[in-house]
Nanobody, 127 residues
Framework: EVQLVESGGGLVQAGGSLRLSCAASGFTFDDYVIVWFRQAPGKEREGVSCISRSDGTTAYAASVKGRFTISSDNAKNTVYLQMNTLKPEDTAVYHC????????????????????WGQGTQVTVSS
């Protein structure tokens, strides 16, 4: 059974940094991707970033490009999301999800199509 566990959220001032982790287990094949989504209060869940476990391909939403960096430690089966220059609008619950579509897929951020999700970790950025 696939399991995803996020950690690393917290409260930070605007301009600060946080690093989120997503520990993954239970995959049958290694060619999966991990995608970070976030959901702010009253808003729909939106895609943030993606990384392919097999070849390290990455993708970023325009709103975080240049500020967030996604990486993976395959030996630990863990994906990281380094978030720098945080803004109050980055406040949200951050979830990781997994799938077998590539990070370049046009359907990458269709949240309803993901079967596996972590429980989420809260990120709060104060102004």
């Amino acid at each position: 059974e696939v399991q995803l566990v996020e950690s690393g959220g917290g409260l930070v001032q605007a301009g600060g940094s946080l690093r989120l982790s997503c520990a993954a287990s239970g995959f049958t094949f290694d060619d999966y991707v991990i995608v970070w989504f976030r959901q702010a209060p009253g808003k729909e869940r939106e895609g943030v970033s993606c990384i392919s476990r097999s070849d390290g391909t990455t993708a970023y939403a325009a709103s975080v490009k240049g500020r967030f960096t996604i990486s993976s430690d395959n030996a630990k089966n863990t994906v990281y999301l380094q978030m720098n220059t945080l803004k109050p609008e980055d406040t949200a619950v951050y979830h990781c999800a997994s799938d077998y579509r590539p990070c370049g897929s046009s359907t990458l951020y269709r949240r309803d199509e993901y079967a596996y999700w972590g429980q989420g970790t809260q990120v709060t950025v104060s102004s």
